[in-house]
């Protein structure tokens, strides 16, 4: 398993890339690393899951499934 965050979200003076094509070129790497010949499930949460459905759009051989949270908070 790999965790990453999505390019310029974690260092607070980074610049942000906001572009889903871009995001998902920044994953083809970790992707290919993946040699089991059963491609990889991706799972995102919030943003992360348009990025992963743009992943999977652009690179289908490589991805084999995708979890999408969806998170909401039920306050009284």
């Known amino acids: 398993m790999i965790s990453v965050t999505r390019p310029g979200w974690v260092e607070r003076n980074a610049e942000k890339v906001p ?19 059963k491609g ?3 799972m995102g949460h919030s943003y992360g899951g348009p990025v992963i459905a743009k ?5 289908s051989e490589l991805v ?13």
Request: glycine share 4%.
């Open 19 to 37: 572009s889903l094509d871009e995001q998902a070129a920044a994953l083809e790497p970790l992707l290919r690393m993946d040699r089991s010949g």
């Open 64 to 76: 084999s499934g995708l979890v999408l949270l969806l998170l909401q908070v039920i306050q009284n």
């Open 55 to 59: 992943t999977a759009m652009e690179y």
């Open 40 to 42: 990889t499930i991706l």
